[in-house]
């Protein structure tokens, strides 16, 4: 026990001695948060709509007056009318325009003989998101334009009603989860995987195996101060981004001790990992190259920034295996429905035995020669 808390004591003194690291390693999660929380989790506004009347005639006229009604309130799209249908189309080519609402000639008519009345949107579909909003947008106001004036007292038609368990997530808070994970995953690779491969390569590593220090006992010291800094950097971005990102009750002490319970476990599973794979790497490069390839292939099929339910067959077998999913399906439980570990036993569960089967892997794999 001694000869492991010594090592624990000299990788956190270097680590207190390097106040860059420590900041460096919370300012990528941190604009990740603020950045992408922000950019990806607005919703589409001012739009520019061409609005072609060909008909001119009065359900004409209120089709384009409640176009203009939701373009003053909800902001969406605004309503730019056209008069040559010719122009709109190549003001779309050539991105002025965003969508062309086209009232075509005869629609009144139709309207009021019930033929079967139409108008068309055409849209720019080369950004997939603004079309979509666009085509919600319109599809809501011809909604709307088509409830009767008087509605029946009681209606033959059944309507759906949608209940929300939860008050509104914006995505800044649905991604905080993943920015925790991925604070975690930088403080384990550069104060764990990349110190450890660093002193290797200037030799440090040899003092050690002169010592009757044993493996275990060595890769339990390594484990340990890297699953202190690790959980240090987590509580940081936890405590912050919840400030920022405005989740609910953030200090209430019984969610806190969850996430820490949380924070605590995900950071020996990543530490034990992280060691696992550089337990027989000499090369203090090939952290550093390893470091962009497990981030892709860890960080995005946990569902940290895109539900998984979208993800291919093949993804969604990764993402089964990937401790991310269960670190990040485990805080969103508690950041933003605030649940019990009963919610969570099969994540914490699963990260414990992750960390069990890799910590002694590690173990086995670790030499005792230069």
Same mark, same amino acid.
């Given at each position: ?33 603020? !950045? ?10 001012? @739009? ?16 384009? #007056?409640?176009?203009?009604?939701? %373009? %003053? ?15 709109? +189309? ?26 079967? =009345? ?13 079309? %979509? ?13 088509? #409830? ?5 007292? +009681? ?5 759906? #009603? !949608? ?8 995505? $800044? ?16 690779? &550069?104060?764990?995987? &990349? ?14 195996? !002169?010592? =009757? ?14 699953? !202190?800094?690790? $959980? ?17 009750? =953030? ?55 895109? =539900? ?10 990764? %993402? ?13 439980? @508690? ?15 699963? @990260?414990? $035995? ?9 173990? @086995? ?6």
């Amino acid at each position: 026990m001694h000869r492991m808390l010594a090592i624990l004591e000299r990788e956190l003194r270097r680590f207190r001695r390097s106040p860059a690291l420590m900041v460096m390693s919370l300012i990528f999660p941190f604009g990740q948060l603020i !950045v992408l929380g922000y950019a990806f989790g607005g919703q589409v506004r001012n @739009l520019k709509l061409a609005i072609v009347d060909q008909d001119q005639r009065l359900p004409a006229i209120k089709l384009r #007056e409640l176009t203009n009604a939701v %373009a %003053a309130n909800a902001k969406t799209f605004e309503a730019i009318e056209y008069a040559d249908a010719g122009k709109a +189309l190549s003001d779309l080519r050539n991105g002025v325009v965003n969508g062309v609402l086209t009232i075509p000639a005869g629609f009144s008519e139709r309207v009021l003989d019930r033929q079967d =009345p139409q108008i068309a949107l055409i849209e720019d579909n080369t950004d997939n998101f603004n079309a %979509a909003a666009m085509t919600a947008s319109v599809s809501g106001l011809v909604a709307a334009y088509n #409830e009767p004036a008087i509605k029946a007292r +009681l209606e033959a038609k059944p309507r759906l #009603e !949608v209940v929300e368990v939860y008050p509104y997530v914006p995505y $800044v808070q649905y991604l905080l989860p993943g920015s925790t994970v991925m604070a975690l995953f930088m403080m384990v690779m &550069i104060g764990g995987g &990349i110190i450890f491969i660093d002193d290797k390569a200037r030799g440090l590593h040899e003092g050690y195996l !002169v010592t =009757p220090i044993t493996k275990l006992e060595l890769i339990t010291g390594f484990n340990l101060s890297g699953t !202190v800094k690790a $959980v240090m950097a987590g509580l940081v971005v936890v405590l912050v981004g919840s400030l920022i990102s405005g989740i609910p009750n =953030p200090f209430e002490p019984l969610r806190l001790l969850r996430v820490f319970v949380v924070i605590v476990i995900s950071s020996l599973a990543l530490v034990s990992m992280m060691f696992l794979l550089m337990v027989r790497v000499t090369d203090p490069l090939t952290p550093r190259a390893m470091f962009g390839i497990l981030n892709t292939l860890l960080f995005f099929p946990s569902g940290a920034v895109y =539900p998984q339910q979208a993800f291919p067959g093949w993804m969604q077998v990764i %993402a089964k295996i990937d401790p991310f999913t269960y670190i990040v399906h485990a805080l969103k439980n @508690l950041l933003l429905k605030n649940t019990g570990f009963e919610a969570i036993t099969f994540d914490l569960l699963y @990260l414990t $035995v992750f960390t069990i089967v890799t910590w002694t892997a590690a173990t @086995l794999l670790f030499k005792r020669t230069l």
